[in-house]
T-cell receptor, first 114, second 108 residues
Framework: EAGVAQSPRYKIIEKRQSVAFWCNPI?????LYWYQQILGQGPKLLIQ????????DSQLPKDRFSAERLKGVDSTLKIQPAKLEDSAVYLC????????????FGSGTRLTVV | DAKTTQPPSMDCAEGRAANLPCNHS???????VYWYRQIHSQGPQYIIH???NNETNEMASLIITEDRKSSTLILPHATLRDTAVYYC?????????FGAGTTVTVRA
């Protein structure tokens, strides 16, 4: 099966600009996750979707971050305005359901804010 | 989720078994132990998980102590491609919470 697709692979922006990341999960996977991974740290969950509904966004900085999953398939994560501390790899993952053990991660988008 | 403790780094010789320890002394009865690894510039990859019994698959073996307070991931014949950060995670709900993991370097 095809993996989790993410784009772009790399992005460099200036602080206060906006940026968007796209994720296409594995076909049939109902649950989608966005993680933020700062250099040298493990990934941190930002938001989880079950189909097109939000299950958990407790770690999402809602003043600048937003995410949507229209039609329960693709998802977009947006940052507006970006700060220097947002420099990180943004990982998307999907699974068949909330309790499923086999999360599949994409390769991520590396964001650099200058 | 229960907290896990892993050594920050370890080396392993190519072709030898790599034994990666993880302490999870506050684990509760319904929490699973998961292992993921992350190769440089890639997303994390699922390796194995278990509750009480030892588990084995094509990638690795997971040994969980009888009191479930610690576990060991065993890579039976490490190769250079096994160089990665390995994460031990205790999970009882839908979330995977990653710590800093163990950086494993396999040397020729």
């Amino acid at each position: 099966e095809a993996g989790v697709a993410q784009s772009p692979r790399y992005k460099i922006i200036e602080k206060r600009q906006s940026v968007a990341f796209w994720c296409n999960p594995i076909s049939g996977h109902a649950t989608l996750y966005w993680y933020q991974q700062i250099l040298g740290q493990g990934p941190k969950l930002l938001i989880q979707f079950q189909n097109n509904g939000v299950v958990d966004d407790s770690q999402l900085p809602k003043d600048r971050f937003s995410a949507e999953r229209l039609k329960g398939v693709d998802s977009t994560l947006k940052i507006q305005p970006a700060k220097l501390e947002d420099s990180a790899v943004y990982l998307c993952a999907s699974s068949r359901g909330q309790g499923a053990y086999g999360y599949t991660f994409g390769s991520g988008t590396r964001l650099t804010v200058v | 989720d229960a907290k896990t403790t892993q050594p920050p780094s370890m080396d392993c010789a190519e072709g030898r078994a790599a034994n990666l320890p993880c302490n999870h002394s506050t684990i509760s009865g319904n929490e699973y132990v998961y292992w993921y690894r992350q190769i440089h510039s890639q997303g994390p990859q699922y390796i194995i998980h278990g509750l009480k019994n030892n588990e084995t698959n094509e990638m690795a073996s997971l040994i969980i102590t009888e009191d479930r307070k610690s576990s060991t991931l065993i890579l039976p014949h490490a190769t250079l491609r096994d160089t990665a950060v390995y994460y031990c995670i205790v999970r009882n709900d839908y979330k995977l919470s990653f710590g800093a993991g163990t950086t494993v370097t396999v040397r020729a």
